[in-house]
């Protein structure tokens, strides 16, 4: 087992879906992170920053779920960064009708001191160069980086991405985004860019159609579950990753072969988050429906043809 | 073993893709669905109609396959149907540019006499009507009786679809298609409501997603195999259907585990169809490619989590 260092977000979310709305609720990608990472029960620590409104019982939620919060910087004086979003009937697009950066603006993540020796760091959507700084305090070179980021930075810190995306053993990024990144359509042809900017693992998200873990030749595709309802999609692909993360620090083990499974545990649990707004899903996943959905998605992906 | 019957178009295509644009080349559905299927080596007719401009090659080019041509007629005065489209840079939508039914509009379709009890019927793409009657003039009950159809008849003869999807045991149809079948988003609910008209089986094809089957509560998905280049979608859906009737006419067991295997072996076809225009990659597939296609989907989808 590792120690699993989180960065990213702990913000309010508001949500708009077909299905209703919310005020403003708990969110952000170390909150999906580590809830989702929580499942595996490793000592893990999120480092984020929030602001003098934040509720005191969100830094509970985070607590009892045994993740360390010292390293969520509270500014008294400050706001809590803020995202409001509205999805479309097919809820595979949004519109984001709110950014707040407030603290967030002046993040300076410190990893706690008993976390610089962490094995595995979860790098959650953030400015590069805030990403960075987290793998500049860990006094030990990590077995795994995972990295995980978004199109935003492609357009405005091109350069710093590429720099921190040279540092990281995994990135996780979506369809569009590793097509943005590499200017090819094919995922493989992406994914063997990306490649050789650094990542020797690279998780393509494609939503409800699954994803794809590629490393040198290997590729390996897991679909997504499909789903009666998807309720409220904000969170599932932190969620991805929180469980990919996790599922790696237990084990402890960063083969291809295992990795497939972090990936397929990974998709399980992003098939939970979206079942119910933000983190409510999440909050206390009983390991019972967990293992009924792997048996599922066993049963959605094995077949057994006979190859002479 | 059972023997096949194919119903469909057999067509003039011209195609633009980025990659290149063709003159009139050999195309339709039940050319692609034939092909598909000739890889198994079962008895298979092609029902059909063509005009006197279909060149004698592109028949032997059937005929060649093993695949019986009687039921394809020929009107010496008439001409065949014609297709002309153009593929947008991602490769997953077309316009049409021109749809020339010529005969196609008077086609009246005649099973050979020694095909009436044939176990598998396939149903290509084609007016409802059109696919009905095939089906009355059985002999037989089929064991299986496969449909594709498109949005085009839902638009304009939704309720004589309607009547022929009741009659058929297993439905291929796109994902969007379904949508509009049902008006469900959710393709697991989408699943539920066509099964409900009649078949009991459902494939919902999505193209570089992959495809899913679904059988009442049952579910497999089968992902596409990650492609370097996709040069030519046409007559993919067709090699996949193909492929699905070809398998199960081979080996002629239609249970939901052997359906599974059927999805892959579409797939599998379907993965080399794209990579030439038109017919050309499935005019002549050695096996050897084949299953070493099959290896990488095992592999692309098969992992191994202990499930305690």
New interface residues.
């Given amino acids: 087992m590792s120690k699993l260092v989180i960065v990213g977000t702990v913000a309010f979310d508001a949500i708009e879906t077909p299905f209703g709305k919310t005020d403003k609720i708990l969110g952000g990608a170390a909150t999906f992170i580590g809830l989702a990472a929580s499942y595996f029960n490793v000592d893990t620590a999120a480092v984020s920053i929030v602001g003098g409104d934040f509720p005191q019982e969100y830094l509970d939620l985070l607590s009892d779920r045994n993740i360390d919060i010292s390293g969520i910087e509270i500014v008294k004086e400050g706001k809590t960064f803020f995202w409001s979003g509205r999805y479309h009937?097919?809820?595979n697009t949004r519109d984001t009708l709110v950014t707040e950066l407030n603290t967030l603006a002046d993040f300076n993540p410190k990893v706690p001191e008993n976390y610089k020796d962490a094995g595995v760091v979860m790098l959650g959507n953030l400015h590069p160069l805030v990403q960075s700084s987290v793998l500049d305090q860990m006094s030990v070179k990590p077995k795994l980086v995972i990295l995980d980021t978004m199109n935003f930075w492609m357009d405005c810190a091109l350069d710093d991405l590429l720099n921190v995306i040279k540092r990281v053993d995994v990135i996780t990024i979506n369809d569009e985004e590793a097509r943005q990144l590499t200017g090819e359509?094919?995922?493989?042809?992406a994914a063997r860019k990306i490649h050789k900017m650094g990542p020797k693992y690279v998780v393509i998200k494609?939503g409800e159609?699954?994803a794809?873990l590629f490393h040198n030749d290997?590729?390996?595709?897991?679909?997504a579950l499909?789903?009666?309802?998807?309720f409220d999609p904000t969170g599932a692909g932190d969620t991805f990753a929180g469980g990919f993360a996790g599922y790696i620090a237990k084990t402890d083990d960063t083969s291809f072969?295992n990795m497939?499974?972090a990936v397929?545990?990974g998709s399980t649990l992003a098939s939970f988050c979206v079942e119910k707004f933000g983190t409510q899903r999440m909050q206390n996943l009983p390991s019972k429906e967990v293992?009924k959905r792997?048996?599922q998605f066993?049963?959605?992906?094995?077949?057994?043809?006979e190859?002479?």
């Fill in positions: 009937n097919d809820m359509y094919s995922l493989l042809v494609k159609h699954g794809l290997h590729v390996f595709y897991a679909p499909p789903l009666e309802e998807v072969e497939k499974n397929i545990y293992h792997l048996l066993k049963q959605l992906t094995q077949f057994d043809i190859l002479g």
